[in-house]
């Protein structure tokens, strides 16, 4: 190897430049992380606050009053409104975002599975054809679907809304399953399979494992584009038993007050579980780093 | 309201409430078993009225089940959904005056189902804006309004007063015309501090906004042929109105985007100096919670057009029965007691104008009486508009879609994009290809 | 060059993994596809179900080819498409590059990436229409705090602005996801290869330029092609910020449709005009379908 001789050594200078580097790498993200962050921040602490200092003018910078107020009123404790049956909410989100995120999963696997390791006929006519029906926009399924829908007894229970979520995201965990599969090396599953595994058993010890970071990140999308998703559910949905968060947060907005910081704090509810269950997922992000060794 | 103030007046009607239980059910018949399904319009004003559905279902033993708690535009959505997909399988449903027209025959004539001396109780004028066709199929809930709100010191500033009479020629003083309006709102305004006027710019909004000028000035949307006569010499002078303000800096430049949550809540921020606004928000406005004016809001009946006019777009909330409902009675009971003297005055004292005369009084007595100065003028204002200046948009069905040609236009000439004429000219060839397209002439 | 499993005849293996989604996107959306079609071809109003039969084979379509408004509507949503998606992407990969060299806090940080992605569009909407609300927006009130300007900039009113406004809240609404898959691949990047480059003396920028670069453009692509299809979500941002106003000025397909379909009730009208756009997506998705193939052949890995 001529890597001794070949870099020059600059002992002095070295640390410094990294040093800087280092900083300017940290300084970057910072402002990144600033702007990706601020307005975001924003209606949090705006649901903290009455709606009187929000929309101050000039704006009140330091808030002076920091009240609890907000979430009061939607859990009903205020006194002149009825409160939003939020945990009702909640518990059909979770449930809907949960489960269409784990059978989205299932089926994106396999068919992942299917594209990264075969071929068969017409393999690249379906792969673009489960994508092309993603391109149809919403507006024109939104009716033929409540049309069905209601023939089919499916409005306003959570499995027709999670059936919606399932066909939503499964082109796209396809997609991406498909694509770490790929990053695969077949050698690996044909390794396990000399030494006694069936294709099965192989599949789990070895696939599945090191493709984990697609499957995690795939997991993450469709739980979060199901957890967020409005049109779709207020079409769906009528009361109680299956409507969303989102839906809710809209029902909340009647037509002439806009009761802004009622709606950062319905805004809280919606982002903290969301935000919980990602960071729950994190680490299942980062791939095996070990398998980099083999390229076959 | 401060908090106390509503428990108490919760705790009241609720007492209230009990003591007229026996009362009630004499009045709303008996339905046991059944249960009646409606799809309300939600939303955190309307919500106090539901809580009260629970003593209807006790007095008739029926159910209530509601089936859906939506906001305006949504519930409208989801209706026509309903007639499309055939599953008009409820009974009552939240409705408006200037929804109501589009959805054809679904609802049934009310005349036929509510005993006179009951609609008897309601201010004739709110019983002739929700009739369609001859066909009563709506009944009237609360109905809103647009009067000027203004800051009341403002116009009590000696300086203001000196300094606007030398410019201008005539004294200082709350609004009586449209004309005054610019004069004054070009005189207050300080972008971008300050602001002298301010109006709502996009979809159905400043088209009900350009009409009420209109009709101020004399004009009138369609003649009897139906062909459109807004782009007449006052639908242009109404148009320069908004035109005018915006280009001299005195509307805030954002309003070709504002609908009517930018207006309540910039007039609350104080950041402007007149707002004409509905009824409903004044509760709002005084709420030292939500609003930096509040304890400076005056309020005045709307100003008056060139032709002597007073503008008065007015809608009223209300509820319809569909005419596939299994339990016609039953639906009829619930809708009246929904609307009846007891239930009104509890939205009256929010602030929510009733369509009972008799509750006009009520709650005009109650302010009177709890030294609430600020909404007995509020209310005493909007009595006179209601019973007045009021009027709604032309009734037809094609009304929507040819507000959606309009509001474009409209916000061509206020940001300068065309002419005033231009405008409208562009708008009335639409509008005329739509109604010729619906048959009418 | 890895080895692929070919199918034997009779081999229905991949069928078979392949059936749950094929019948999911059928039953969800090809049938309701096919009742689209045929509205189009009708002058289906909701409001009159009986229109339902009313056949007007394409007058809807051909309306629609004179009729500027859409075409000036479509061109903006191209442009809209074009833009953001550029963005995103750029700065996606920004982030995740900076992301992937820090060691320290990675888990918070990541999660803090995703912010973002928690909102549901309607609340960005929400969010950035009072942000950017001339008058009493924080936007304008920090300009004015700050002494940068003296005006109340209508953000949402200029016709430049109000474009850059929505893109802003849809770029910041969706450039987690590029940032987040790119790092997903940046992290699935096998290590031999870049550690071979730096051993043979080259700098960062070949390094990224040769070998970074060409390894995380499949997952790109797939991004891309995703976010394309699935910008449709960005109808609840411009519906909630502009209204596709004022006078038109951010009109794209979707407001359009919208209004056409559930406002004026022309249902029949509304599905012509979501086909002519399906059609865009599909150039876009076919577009980006042959950018990853070609890829993937560059990567050398399966087809």
């Not at chain 1, 000039?58 to 920091?66: A, D, N, S």
């Not at chain 1, 299932?106 to 393999?123: E, L, N, P, Q, S």
């Not at chain 1, 469709?222 to 079409?235: I, P, V």
């Not at chain 3, 602005?161 to 898959?181: H, K, N, P, Y």
């Amino acid at each position: 190897m001529t890597v001794a001789m070949s870099r020059p050594m600059t002992a002095p200078t070295r640390p410094l430049k990294k040093r800087a580097q280092s900083a300017a790498l940290w300084f970057t993200t910072f402002l990144l992380m600033v702007i990706m962050c601020v307005p975001g921040l924003w209606v949090v602490l705006s649901a903290f606050r009455p709606n009187r200092e929000i929309l101050a003018k000039p704006p009140i910078w330091v808030p002076t009053e920091i009240t609890l107020g907000n979430f009061a009123k939607i859990f009903g404790f205020g006194a002149e409104q009825v409160g939003i049956p939020v945990t009702s909410y909640f518990m059909n989100s979770m449930v809907i975002a949960l489960t269409s995120t784990v059978i989205a999963l299932i089926i994106g696997m396999a068919g992942g599975y299917a594209f990264a390791r075969y071929r068969f006929r017409f393999k690249g006519g379906i792969f673009l054809g489960l994508m092309l029906f993603r391109a149809v926009p919403g507006i024109a399924l939104s009716l033929p679907v409540f049309m069905m829908w209601s023939r089919l007894g499916l409005i306003d229970t959570q499995m027709g809304l999670i059936i919606v979520y399932v066909s939503l995201n499964v082109p796209f965990t396809i997609w991406l399953i498909d694509g770490f599969f790929r990053q695969i090396p077949m050698s690996l599953s044909e390794a396990a399979q000399v030494d006694g595994c069936t294709r099965w058993q192989a599949f789990w010890k070895i696939e599945f494992p090191l493709a984990r970071s697609g499957i995690a990140a795939a997991g993450v999308f469709a739980f979060l584009t199901s957890w967020n998703e409005y049109a779709l559910a207020s079409q769906v949905t009528r009361s109680t038993d299956s409507k969303t968060l989102p839906v809710g947060l809209m029902d909340f907005t009647a037509q002439f007050t806009i009761d802004w910081a009622g709606m950062c704090a319905m805004a809280v509810i919606i982002i903290v579980p969301a935000l919980i269950m990602t960071f729950l997922v994190q680490k299942h992000l980062i791939a095996g780093l070990t398998f980099g060794g083999v390229k076959g | 309201m401060t908090l106390k103030t509503a428990k108490k007046l919760s705790l009241g009607v609720a007492v209230a409430a009990l003591c007229a239980g026996s009362a009630v059910a004499q009045d709303f018949g008996s339905f046991p078993g059944y249960t009646l399904r409606v799809k309300l319009i939600g939303g955190a004003q309307y919500e106090p009225l539901y809580a009260t559905i629970a003593e209807w279902e006790a007095a008739t033993g029926a159910t209530v089940e509601i089936l859906s708690r939506k906001n305006h535009f949504e519930l409208d959505r989801e209706i026509k959904q309903d007639i499309a997909a055939g599953t008009l399988d409820w009974c009552v449903g939240s409705n408006h005056t200037s929804f109501a027209p589009q959805y054809g025959n679904i609802y049934t004539d009310l005349n036929a189902l509510i005993p006179a001396d009951v609609l008897a109780g309601f201010t004739p004028l709110m019983l002739e804006h929700s009739t369609v066709d001859g066909r009563l199929v709506q009944l009237p809930r609360h109905s809103d309004v647009s009067n000027m709100f203004y800051q009341k010191s403002l116009f009590e500033d000696e300086a203001n007063r000196t300094a606007f009479e030398a410019e201008y020629g005539y004294p200082l003083a709350p609004p009586e015309t449209w004309e005054q309006v610019s004069d004054m709102a070009m005189f207050f305004a300080n972008p971008p501090d300050f602001y002298g006027f301010q109006y709502v710019g996009k979809d159905e909004a400043v088209n009900g906004r350009f009409y009420e000028l209109l009709v101020a000035n004399g004009g009138a949307m369609f003649d009897e042929d139906w062909n459109p006569t807004f782009n007449s010499a006052a639908g242009v002078e109404a148009l320069s109105f908004f035109v005018d303000l915006y280009e001299a800096g005195a509307v805030p430049a954002g309003v070709p985007n504002y609908l009517w949550d930018d207006t309540g809540l910039g007039f609350a921020s104080g950041t402007v100096a007149m707002d004409l606004d509905w009824g409903g928000w004044s509760a709002f406005f005084n709420d030292p919670a939500n609003s930096q004016v509040a304890g400076n809001v005056g309020v005045i009946r709307a100003p008056m057009g060139s032709a002597g006019i007073r503008t008065g777009w007015s809608g009223s909330h209300s509820f319809s029965i569909t005419e596939g409902c299994d339990n016609m009675e039953a639906a009829a009971s619930l809708i009246t007691f929904l609307t009846d003297p007891d239930r009104q005055i509890i939205e009256a004292r929010m602030g929510i104008l009733p369509t009972r005369d008799a509750v006009w009084d009520t709650a005009l007595a109650e302010f009177e009486a709890s030294g609430n100065t600020f909404m007995t003028e509020v209310f005493s204002t909007f009595r006179t508009s209601m019973a007045e200046d009021a009027f709604t948009v032309p009734l037809i069905p094609e009304w929507i879609e040819v507000s959606n040609v309009m509001w474009p236009e409209i916000q061509a000439a206020i940001v300068g994009d065309k002419t005033a004429q231009e405008a409208l000219d562009d708008a009335a060839e639409a509008a005329a290809e739509i109604m010729s397209d619906a048959g009418y002439n | 060059m890895p080895r692929i499993l070919t199918t034997k005849r009779g081999n229905w293996t991949p069928v078979l993994l392949l059936m749950p989604a094929i019948v999911t996107m059928l039953f969800v959306v090809a049938l309701p596809l096919i009742f689209s079609l045929y509205t189009s071809l009708t002058a289906y109003r909701l409001v009159r179900p009986e229109t339902l039969w009313d056949f007007v084979w394409f007058r809807n379509y051909t309306r629609l080819f004179t009729d500027w408004d859409f075409w000036v509507a479509f061109g903006r949503t191209i442009l809209f498409l074009t833009i953001a998606l550029n963005l995103e992407f750029i700065l996606g990969l920004g982030i995740a590059l900076l992301i992937a060299r820090i060691t320290w806090g990675q888990r918070t940080l990541r999660t803090i990436m995703m912010f973002p992605m928690m909102f549901s569009p309607i609340l960005v909407g929400f969010m950035f229409k009072f942000i950017f609300n001339d008058n009493i927006g924080i936007l304008n009130n920090a300009l004015q705090s700050l002494g940068l300007t003296d005006r109340a900039i209508p953000w949402l009113v200029d016709a430049k602005l109000a474009m850059f406004s929505i893109i802003f809240a849809e770029v910041w609404m969706s450039t987690s996801v590029f940032a987040i898959l790119l790092l997903a691949g940046l992290f699935a990047m096998p290590r031999d290869p870049l550690e071979a480059a730096k051993v043979d003396g080259c700098n960062s920028w070949q390094v990224f330029r040769h070998i970074t670069l060409p390894f995380i453009m499949p997952f790109a692509f797939i991004a891309m092609t995703i976010r394309s299809l699935d910008v449709a979500r960005a109808y609840d941002i411009v519906h909630v910020m502009t209204g596709g106003g004022p006078a038109g000025r951010t009109e794209l397909l979707w407001t359009m449709i919208a209004r056409t379909g559930y406002s004026d009730a022309r249902m029949g009208q509304a599905n012509a005009m979501a086909y002519v756009s399906t059609i865009l997506s599909i150039l876009f998705t076919w577009y980006f379908y042959n950018k990853l193939m070609a890829a993937r052949r560059y990567m050398g890995g399966v087809q």
